[in-house]
């Protein structure tokens, strides 16, 4: 890999498209360390260095932000409205059939479909900003003082602070998809993921400087580390291959045809989606309960909020089923079986010993049914280890709650755009480079 982008560097349009990749990334890291009026960042940063913030949606959200929103930044929504834009975009493609033909027109379509998200971002960013400003009001239902001032002037400013940070970020986002290396929301993410990761090294070295026991734990937690990272590698590549014949055909004198290739199927192919899906829905409770705090041992909310609260059983149970669940539902809008047996019999191909058309869709569902519950079961190791972890350590590991993800999404990220790299270089006919 490190080979690839090696070789990369030599080929005068990639090194720019690079340089321009890492430009837009340090202007974003630069937007994000501008601090948004009439918030005290040392009390914001306070809030969520509590432990009651712990496994809710704001912890989420600030790991995927960079830590911008925990110091209240001006991309402190990050790519979190345009990552849910393109997913509402993407679904309402698949339930209503005017967006489907959309979507199928090439240029002009995707053009307009576009044109949707960017509007749907910027809504769905005056919803969160607003809803985060309401919520800094109110203290993080810890009653302090994050606002320096209250006034209706303030809000203003502070929510259209965060909704220009949100149209700023998606306009970079683009930038990177138009000019530069890899998809934009994937690299900012990065950035923002490896950003935010000074935490967990920071944690590792407290743990050494604490005594040789506390070596031997940092010393364990490197090791699973690297494994995991290992097997993060290793299911992302992996894929089951159904081979695909194809018939022979008599074109005048001449014969077409008759190759034998095959159909892959990823082992993973929702990616992190599943996990982000899963986590909206399971930190719901946590997070309201943030902004309604239960006060009163006895009443009812009180045990509701400490039932579904991230150091309790019933959190990693749901987490996983909701991943399981996500999996399958992500697939079912994302890769049509009967779609792609049509495409096969109409170029002449079918699958040895399955016949074409229905037998073909009902064979590939069934193998695509078993992938993605292997797949689904990857998900719920990557994202439920570190949780058990943080549970068995009595909250010490809080920093990598959610490093299972994170590292899902860097791995997913940097094979991503490596194999963009190779195949940019192979377009541009650079022979040797892959060897």
Known sequence: MLKTFKNAWKIPDLRKKILFTIFIVVLYRLGANIFVPYIDSHVMEGVFNNADVAGSMFQYLNILSGSALSQATLFALSISPYITASIVIQLLSVAIPALER????????????????????????LITATGYYLT??????????????KGVFAAIVIIVCYVAGTALVMWLAELINEHGIGNGISIILFANILAGSQTIVQTIIGYITKG??????????????????????????????????????????????????????????????????????????????????????????????????????????????LIVAFAYFYISISFNP??????????????????????????????????????????CIIAIIPMIA???????????????????????????TAREIEGQMTMRHYKGFLE
């Open 212 to 321: 040789p026991w506390w070596l031997v734990v940092a010393e364990i937690v490197i090791f699973v580390s690297l494994a995991i990272v290992t097997f993060v590698v290793f299911i992302t590549e992996s894929e089951r291959r159904l081979p695909v014949q194809y018939a022979k055909k008599v074109v005048g004198r001449k014969m077409y045809g008759g190759q034998s290739t095959h159909l892959p199927i990823k082992l993973n192919m929702s990616g992190v989606m599943p996990i982000i899906f899963a986590n909206s829905i399971v930190a719901l409770p946590s997070t309201i309960a943030l902004i309604f705090p239960a006060n009163d041992t006895t009443s009812w909310w009180y045990h509701v909020v400490n039932f579904f609260s991230p150091n309790g059983w019933f959190y990693p149970i749901a987490f996983a089923v």
């Open 338 to 379: 009967v779609e792609v047996s049509n495409n096969l019999k109409k170029n002449g191909g079918f699958i040895p010993g399955i016949r074409p058309g229905r037998p073909t869709s009902d064979y590939i569902t069934k193998v695509l049914n078993r992938i993605v519950l292997m797949g689904a079961f990857f998900l």
């Open 136 to 149: 800094m009001r109110n203290g993080f239902g810890q009653g302090a003082e994050i606002l320096t001032d």
């Open 102 to 125: 959309l979507s199928k027109e090439g240029e002009e379509g995707k053009k307009i479909l576009t044109q949707w998200t960017r509007i749907i971002t910027v809504v769905l960013g």
């Open 390 to 416: 943080n549970w068995v350590s009595g909250g010490a590991l809080q920093g990598i709650a959610f490093g299972g993800s994170s590292l899902l999404i860097v791995v997913g990220v940097v094979l991503e």
